[in-house]
């Protein structure tokens, strides 16, 4: 079964338990020859075990609390679960409390009856877009896994758990791109929701600014589900069917297309487009001058760096040796800001947000690649200097929708056996489910052979 659907006419039909459900995801995890151990920082067997056997149950009398109850998910290692502690990703947590509640999200899914497996490994505070963890180590991309390439971060557990079966799909956090990016390097769907539709209470923050939370998954309709249960919905509906003739879909002149790209993203992306336009979308190039102003605006750190320095600066005053060097140096970039420095920078996205929704809004989406690059071999970020640049690299198109405050999706586009290729679906602020209704429709047309 790949997707969520499957396993719920699975359940509802009786072919299936979730205790079998659960076994298979937990097999995949133990599996010495898998990810497994490098995808989880922690895995919640026992209990995951007892709650399938308690939804059977449930399901037996007729009282299920939803049609989904016993599908097993992960969470990233970042939300708080009650009784386990919230490291992150990193050393210095790693025996901090355990938490005292569910962060919202996550009670939302267990009061569905979702069971939730494990904790996925990510970049420690969720501070790059490669995935590397040199305290937990760093899961591979199900792709050319003998070389060994990296799984885009900073979710990357999440995204390498969704593909591999470990699971029917993840929460993860995307402050840059760290849902989507994995997504992309691990071919499969990647969900940045409008940011203030989904609560990042009980969640341990990079940048509240651009925090958001949202779901990794093998489909649309599996990550639309997961995103109308983390964001609150008490009767999560099907997506509406909808064909892909009439979509315009703006596609934007310049550095998405142009600088970096890899010739194999190119090849999969023209042809998608080409597929799209021969389905009846609307392809139609257009510019967005203002994105030129990014680089100046950001070149301080940005939101990441100023606010991670405010959340971070007491425990490094007293651990700094636990982190990650590399992340530290990021997270010190934020020392240097001064309040009329954060102050310009909230005014100049205010601005940009505004005169950039007048060039998208006559479109269903604005479509892009979502990385310029196939995954990278891990052996390419072992020197500071190209792990700066390719974790740049990686973000460069996913962070504008995180500082415009869009929702986004990554579909993958690459053809069986071929490296991971992802193609992002930018909607405005607010239409998350104009957005998935726009990315099914292109999901179904790119499917048909």
Not at 222 to 233: H, K, M, T
Not at 379 to 401: D, F, K, Q
């Amino acid at each position: 079964m790949q997707h969520i659907a499957d396993a719920t006419a699975a359940l509802a039909a009786g072919r299936i338990s979730a205790a079998s459900l659960v076994d298979a995801a937990l097999d995949r995890i133990a599996d010495p020859a898998g990810e497994g151990a490098r995808a989880f920082i922690a895995v919640h067997a026992e209990a995951a075990r007892a709650q399938a056997r308690a939804m059977d149950a449930l399901r037996h009398a007729g009282r299920a609390p939803s049609p989904w109850a016993g599908i097993p998910v992960t969470v990233k290692d970042l939300f708080d679960e009650h009784g386990h502690p919230t490291p992150a990703g990193s050393a210095v947590l790693k025996d901090s409390p355990p938490a005292r509640t569910d962060a919202p999200v996550v009670a939302r899914l267990k009061r569905m009856g979702f069971v939730v497996i494990g904790r996925t490994n990510m970049t420690e505070f969720a501070f790059s877009g490669l995935g590397v963890n040199p305290h937990y180590g760093t899961p591979r991309s199900p792709w050319d896994r003998k070389t060994g390439r990296l799984p885009g971060g900073s979710s990357s557990g999440a995204g390498v758990a969704a593909a591999d079966h470990m699971g029917f799909g993840g929460l993860g956090t995307d402050t840059g791109g760290s849902c989507r990016v994995p997504a992309a390097l691990c071919g499969v769907v990647g969900y940045k929701p409008t940011a203030r539709r989904v609560p990042i209470t009980g969640v341990l923050p990079l940048a509240p600014s651009l925090d958001s939370v949202g779901p990794l998954a093998r489909s649309t309709a599996c990550c639309a589900l997961l995103d109308a249960v983390i964001s609150g919905e008490e009767d999560p509906q099907p997506l509406p069917q909808r064909g892909v003739a009439g979509l315009r879909l703006g596609l934007p002149r310049g550095t998405f297309l142009t600088d970096d790209m890899d010739a194999t993203v190119a090849n999969a992306f023209q042809r998608a487009l080409a597929r799209l336009s021969a389905a009846g979308a609307r392809i139609e190039l257009f510019d967005i001058p203002e994105l030129a102003e990014l680089p100046a605006v950001n070149a301080m750190g940005g939101f990441a760096a100023s606010e991670a320095w405010a959340w971070h600066r007491g425990l490094i005053a007293e651990k700094a040796a636990g982190y990650d060097p590399r992340i530290l140096a990021r997270i010190r970039r934020g020392e240097r800001m001064s309040a009329a420095d954060y102050i310009d920078l909230v005014n100049h996205r205010a601005r940009l947000i505004a005169a950039i929704a007048r060039r998208t809004a006559p479109f269903d989406a604005v479509v892009t690649p979502t990385c310029p690059i196939i995954p990278p071999a891990l052996a390419e970020v072992e020197e500071e200097a190209e792990y700066n640049r390719i974790n740049l690299l990686l973000l460069r198109n996913t962070a504008v929708g995180n500082f415009l405050d869009r929702c986004s999706i990554s579909l993958p586009i690459h053809r069986p056996g071929e490296a991971p290729v992802g193609m992002m679906l930018t909607g405005e602020t607010m239409a998350d489910a104009a957005l998935f209704s726009t990315a099914a429709a292109v999901e179904a047309a790119l499917a048909e052979r």
